[in-house]
């Protein structure tokens, strides 16, 4: 299984774009590469997902550079609702029992 | 209407005991999981569960078992609860096997 790595924590004010990246130095042929967000109290909730290049959807943008040893999690304009973990992911398919969640990157975004 | 819902949202109870949460969808999707988040926020997948297949974690004590009556529901029973077994546990389904969707979750407390 690849491993993710992502900063524990970051600050961030609102209306500011954040952008949260994640190491993925081991990541396979088959391996995609996905981010969720949770919430205290609630169970995670699916943001987007890639495999290479660029994804964007209405809440926010992944990049994957070439090598796809590392993609990053842009959130566009941030508000306070924002304030959540980020986990990054990278498994390839089969139902999901590959899915591993590490220990994510705490967002805290302050007015 | 709720896409996932777990019931119950608490349970408190003893060393010891047997005790089953019980998880419903209502998107008609194909596969179904368990998850455990400890104290520390690290989520871990404990089983998934597609078409009558069951694909166990196999780091998962046997006293943990999951059942499924139809398609919409997977259970999960819990044998001879430990202090250990403290956590929250989230049940999900999915379509998609990188976009699942995760209930509300169950936070078990072992007395």
């Known amino acids: 299984l690849a491993k993710t790595t992502q900063p524990i924590s970051m600050d961030s004010y609102e209306g500011q774009e954040v952008n949260i990246t994640c190491s993925h130095n081991n990541i396979a042929t088959n391996d995609y590469i996905t981010w969720y967000q949770q919430f205290p109290s609630q169970g995670p909730r699916f943001i987007i997902q890639?495999?290479?290049t660029k994804v964007t959807n209405e809440v926010a943008s992944l990049f994957i550079p070439a090598d796809r040893k590392s993609s990053t999690l842009s959130l566009p304009r941030v508000s306070l609702s924002d304030t959540a973990v980020y986990y990054c992911l990278v498994a390839e398919g089969n139902y999901g029992q590959n899915f591993v969640f590490g220990p994510g990157t705490r967002l805290s975004v302050l007015p | 209407d709720t896409a996932v819902s777990q019931t119950p949202k608490y349970l408190v109870t003893q060393m010891g005991n047997d005790k089953s949460i019980k998880c419903e969808q209502n998107?008609?999707?194909?596969?179904m999981y368990w998850y455990k988040q400890d104290s520390k926020k690290f989520l871990k997948i404990m089983f998934s569960?597609?078409?009558?297949?069951?694909?166990i974690n196999e780091t998962v004590p046997n006293r943990f078992s999951p059942k499924s009556p139809d398609k919409a529901h997977l259970n999960l029973h819990i044998n001879s609860l430990e202090l250990g077994d403290s956590a929250v546990y989230f049940c999900?389904?999915?379509?998609?096997?990188?976009?699942?969707?995760f209930g509300p979750g169950t936070r078990l407390t072992v007395l």
């Open positions: 999900a389904s999915s379509q998609d096997p990188y976009e699942q969707f």
């Open positions: 569960y597609n078409n009558k297949e069951l694909i």
């Open positions: 890639g495999y290479k």
């Open positions: 998107l008609g999707h194909d596969t």
